[in-house]
């Protein structure tokens, strides 16, 4: 059984149980699901380190020491959560609530308040869901191809923060993202931003996420037009949207695409707009919200580290 299977399908009241227990015994967890290192070897001397506990209450409360040159090191050294200033505990339930898209400024600083009253900061809290994302889009790079052969593949391109009929308050130039989705199986996807929605562009990325032998649908927009031609024994058909929904001599359709951007754009209209410079990194995170169901984020999201 994987070790991870202890963080899969848990709740609040459970990760609270396990959090609460000696941190000697959370780190040896951590280590179990190689999040931290289970070994390490002195820098300075090339000695190996052997396990310590503090002497005084202080996080981690335990680490790494060369009997050598008497060098100590964290716990978390070399690993993901050494990036954070953070408890790992306070990490671990920011990451929970990031995963089930609970973690808003609000709550999150009432969760972590200390008994002296300090809390996380607004800038620290930004960073780590900045982290937590990055992680998503890792995630979601590792993924395989989407389709192949007798899979359908539907793609098509969207736009974010466009002005409806060229009225409201003027906004940043607004962002295309490409992406396309299984039909018949909604987790497998895939939405990338993309400066241009030229041929040279879109026929790259198709290459790149979907699979060979896969049947595309689309609509009708040039781009798309030598798909046949990538030599990737692709079938494509297209829906012409300004007269129809679905082709009806062919079935072609893109409805579950069109799905799909309503839930990309979603988390979008409730922050009431993302900064340019951080889109790629919330569709990604979306993207990954979407692969995995919110029981099993949290468990995806450690592996994924």
């Avoid at 799909?260 to 889109?279: A, D, F, I, N």
Wanted: charged share 25%; with cysteine.
């Amino acid at each position: 059984m994987s070790p991870f299977s202890f963080f899969d399908s848990i709740n609040r009241a459970k990760l609270e149980k396990f959090l609460d227990l000696p941190m000697p015994i959370i780190i040896g967890q951590l280590r179990a699901c190689h999040l931290l290192r289970s070994h390490l070897t002195c820098p300075k001397c090339q000695v190996p380190c052997v396990e310590y506990s503090k002497l005084r209450p202080a996080f981690p409360g335990c680490g790494w020491r060369c009997n050598k040159c008497a060098i100590t090191y964290s716990a978390l050294r070399d690993s993901w959560f050494s990036r954070v200033r953070l408890d790992v505990r306070m990490i671990l339930r920011l990451l929970y609530s990031f995963c089930w898209e609970q973690a808003s400024l609000r709550s999150v600083k009432n969760e972590l308040r200390a008994p002296d009253g300090s809390t996380i900061s607004n800038q620290s809290f930004v960073d780590y869901l900045g982290f937590f994302r990055e992680v998503c889009w890792l995630d979601n790079e590792r993924q395989q191809k989407i389709g192949g052969p007798g899979k359908v593949v539907e793609i098509d391109e969207t736009a974010f923060s466009k002005r409806k009929y060229n009225r409201g308050k003027r906004m940043a130039a607004q962002q295309w993202v490409f992406g396309g989705v299984e039909r018949g199986n909604k987790t497998k996807l895939f939405a990338i931003p993309v400066a241009k929605r030229d041929a040279a562009t879109l026929l790259s990325l198709i290459k790149y996420h979907i699979a060979d032998g896969t049947e595309i649908h689309s609509d009708c927009w040039a781009a798309y037009n030598k798909i046949s031609t990538l030599g990737r024994s692709y079938t494509h058909l297209t829906v012409n949207h300004s007269l129809t929904f679905k082709c009806k001599k062919t079935g072609a359709c893109t409805n579950a695409v069109e799905g799909m951007w309503q839930k990309l754009k979603l988390p979008h209209k409730v922050r009431y707009g993302t900064h340019r410079s951080q889109l790629s990194s919330h569709v990604a995170c979306a993207v990954f919200f979407i692969r995995h169901e919110k029981e099993h984020r949290f468990r995806a999201i450690l592996e994924s580290i």
